[in-house]
């Protein structure tokens, strides 16, 4: 995609993780299209970043495929189902980038090392340094920072349960993290920051039509 004066560093792009961030997280793995169960607001969310301009791309790990526990087939059909839910409220993904290897086997696509990242600024001509990446663990803020992404983490998954006292202490491993409650707190507070930095270009006063925060 040709590079542009407003956007100079290429598309506006978010890369997403998926389990606790735009489905409830298992223990077991998302094996079939009904184990796939949304996160309030979260397709909602993907849909409002598109409205807003902004591609959607997923990169999930699925160390299930290497273990036995699905098959391409199953994870087609999940990502079909996943697609399918995003398209009932507006949105879509650009693409779905995975890794299919279990830790045991040091593949670089596995994050939070950032093979995939890689792979993803490569296919949609990116610089990753303007690219947005959210997740639901400490290892999506690794894999965003090995990667040179802007580190966002949401608590609709499992760091989301841990006490705060713990929560905190993982996340001061990556000071650099911008924290959100969910999906659509991200959304809500990227849009309102390009909207400020818009205004700002222009000399302009931008109006507090949302409660949003900046993304700081």
Avoid at 172 to 191: G, K, N, T, W
Wanted: aromatic residues 2%; proline residues 6%.
């Amino acid at each position: 995609m040709p590079r542009n004066a407003e956007h100079p560093h290429g598309m506006k792009l978010v890369i997403l993780g998926r389990d606790g961030t735009l489905n409830r997280y298992r223990d077991d793995h998302v094996k079939a299209p009904e184990e796939l169960d949304p996160l309030p607001g979260a397709m909602e969310a993907v849909a409002r970043l598109n409205h807003a301009g902004w591609h959607t791309v997923l990169a999930t790990n699925q160390a299930g495929i290497g273990r036995g526990l699905l098959d391409m087939a199953s994870l087609n059909a999940v990502h079909l189902r996943l697609n399918q839910l995003l398209a009932e409220k507006g949105g879509r993904l650009d693409a779905a980038f995975f890794c299919p290897h279990t830790p045991e086997e040091g593949c670089d696509c596995r994050k939070p090392r950032p093979g995939l990242i890689h792979q993803i600024a490569e296919r949609f001509d990116v610089a990753l340094a303007a690219v947005h990446m959210v997740g639901a663990s400490l290892r999506d803020l690794q894999t965003a920072l090995a990667a040179g992404c802007v580190p966002h983490v949401v608590l609709s998954g499992p760091l989301g349960t841990l006490p705060d006292a713990e929560r905190d202490a993982l996340l001061a491993d990556v000071p650099q993290a911008r924290v959100h409650a969910d999906l659509a707190a991200f959304a809500e507070a990227l849009i309102h920051e390009e909207r400020r930095q818009r205004a700002d270009a222009r000399g302009e006063v931008l109006l507090p039509d949302t409660q949003a925060g900046g993304l700081d």
